[in-house]
């Protein structure tokens, strides 16, 4: 359910910084080192697989920098720049 609300079209909405800790805690990201770990597994996967959709990989990055933004980590967005290359 938290993800349908993360992942609803409704730019409007703004979605509460719990439903993002509550996502981050199901995914077992605690640390800033998770959040890297996580963030390098799916650059990864994005420059492996060139036939990904790109709102799918927005989607992906934009969750992960909202993770890094609730837990304080000022952190790049190195997902989109993968994709970019």
């Known amino acids: 359910m938290d993800l349908m609300i ?3 079209g409704n730019e ?3 979605v509460d910084g719990a ?3 509550r996502i981050a805690k199901k995914l077992e990201l605690h640390t800033a080192e998770d959040l890297k770990a ?3 597994a799916v650059s990864k996967l994005v420059k492996a697989e060139g ?3 790109p709102e799918n990989i927005q ?3 934009d969750l992960l920098q909202r993770f890094k933004q609730i ?3 000022d952190g790049d967005n190195r997902v ?3 994709r970019l290359m």
Do not use: C, H, P, Q
């Open 6 to 8: 993360v992942f609803s």
């Open 12 to 14: 409007d909405r703004d």
């Open 19 to 21: 439903v993002i800790e």
């Open 38 to 40: 996580e963030t390098t």
């Open 51 to 53: 036939s990904l959709n």
């Open 59 to 61: 989607r992906v990055a």
């Open 71 to 73: 837990a304080g980590i």
């Open 80 to 82: 989109l720049d993968m």
